[in-house]
């Protein structure tokens, strides 16, 4: 699957119009004064050592990820990753844990930390996933998310289900709750046939709604 800068724009908005859905389906969720966005400043094609490399940018620390394996039109499974600091940190602020709190250690995580982290992941993922299919008159289905934890590549690749040359659509996304900035890593990793249905939609999109 190869992208122009055209065509990761394009999906960059519609990813956009995602996370917009998830961020406002986490403020109704939780209920709370929390002010959360979502943004996606980037969005690439890249191979799974690419994309574990980009996440983990020397990192020296476990990260956490939930997968979501979906089929249909969009077939494959998509997982947002996040350093265990960064999803520590965003499951105490969703659970009502003061800004600026320290975060805690991955020996504090209780099932109800995960089952927040399950909950953002399968709200954001489906969301953006939602907006792809909408967008370019896809159609998927979504099985029950999974949560591991972990080495980068471990999470990304589902165990080594998937090699490390695969390619998978990158999005980066940023989570903007009050004053706090945290990441998430996105990526969608469908099979070939999946690909290149993503690939023939977005260019008759273009060339039938934009005249490129």
Same mark, same amino acid.
Do not use: W
């Given at each position: 699957?190869?992208?122009?800068?055209?065509?990761?724009? *394009? #999906?960059?908005?519609?990813?956009? %119009?995602?996370?917009?859905?998830?961020?406002?389906?986490?403020?109704? #969720?939780?209920?709370?004064?929390?002010?959360?966005?979502?943004?996606?400043? +980037?969005?690439?094609?890249?191979?799974?050592?690419?994309?574990? !490399?980009?996440?983990?940018?020397?990192?020296? !620390?476990?990260?956490?990820?939930?997968?979501?394996?979906?089929?249909?039109?969009?077939?494959?499974?998509?997982?947002?990753?996040? =350093?265990?600091?960064?999803?520590? +940190? %965003?499951?105490?602020? %969703?659970?009502?844990?003061? #800004?600026?709190? !320290?975060?805690?250690? +991955?020996?504090?995580?209780?099932?109800?930390?995960?089952?927040?982290?399950? $909950?953002?992941?399968? %709200?954001?993922?489906?969301?953006? *996933?939602?907006?792809?299919?909408?967008?370019?008159?896809?159609?998927?289905?979504?099985?029950?998310?999974?949560?591991?934890?972990?080495?980068?590549?471990?999470?990304?690749?589902?165990?080594?289900?998937?090699?490390?040359?695969? *390619?998978?659509?990158?999005?980066?996304?940023?989570?903007?709750? $009050?004053?706090?900035?945290?990441?998430?890593?996105?990526?969608?990793?469908?099979?070939?046939?999946?690909?290149?249905?993503?690939?023939?939609?977005?260019?008759?999109?273009?060339? =039938?709604?934009?005249?490129?």
């Amino acid at each position: 699957m190869t992208l122009d800068s055209l065509h990761k724009d *394009l #999906l960059g908005e519609v990813f956009n %119009l995602g996370a917009g859905r998830a961020a406002a389906s986490l403020s109704e #969720l939780l209920g709370n004064d929390l002010e959360i966005g979502l943004s996606v400043p +980037r969005t690439d094609v890249l191979t799974m050592t690419e994309m574990a !490399e980009l996440i983990q940018d020397g990192k020296d !620390e476990e990260f956490c990820g939930v997968s979501l394996n979906h089929k249909g039109e969009l077939s494959g499974d998509s997982f947002l990753v996040y =350093t265990h600091k960064e999803s520590m +940190r %965003l499951v105490q602020l %969703l659970m009502g844990g003061g #800004l600026g709190q !320290e975060v805690g250690d +991955r020996a504090d995580f209780t099932d109800m930390h995960e089952d927040a982290l399950l $909950e953002v992941g399968n %709200l954001v993922l489906n969301a953006c *996933l939602s907006s792809v299919a909408n967008f370019l008159s896809l159609e998927f289905e979504s099985d029950v998310p999974h949560l591991y934890s972990g080495d980068c590549m471990k999470i990304i690749s589902n165990d080594g289900v998937f090699p490390v040359d695969q *390619l998978v659509l990158y999005v980066q996304i940023a989570f903007s709750i $009050e004053d706090e900035g945290l990441n998430g890593y996105m990526g969608l990793c469908l099979n070939m046939d999946a690909m290149a249905s993503l690939e023939t939609h977005l260019k008759h999109y273009i060339d =039938t709604q934009l005249g490129a």
